[in-house]
């Protein structure tokens, strides 16, 4: 009997680090996905705001050349 109890006590721990071996890999991945996600949307703002400045830096160009200072 202790042999089956022992054997159910190393299956249960067996499993469950399984799960939760399988858990942290998950959550790894998701946290990973989710900064590099946060990463894309930060330069995709970042060059956004670089083109609002190209342009504003264009107009403010053409309005110097013409003679219109802003």
Known sequence: M???IRFGNNFLNFIL???L???FRVCSVYIFVSRFDR???DIG?????????RYLHLVSSYLRY?????
């Open 2 to 4: 202790p042999e089956l």
């Open 17 to 19: 680090s399984w799960i």
């Open 21 to 23: 071996k399988d858990f």
């Open 39 to 41: 990463t894309v949307r």
């Open 45 to 53: 703002i970042v060059l956004r705001v670089r083109k609002i400045f």
């Open 66 to 70: 013409e003679g219109r200072g802003l």
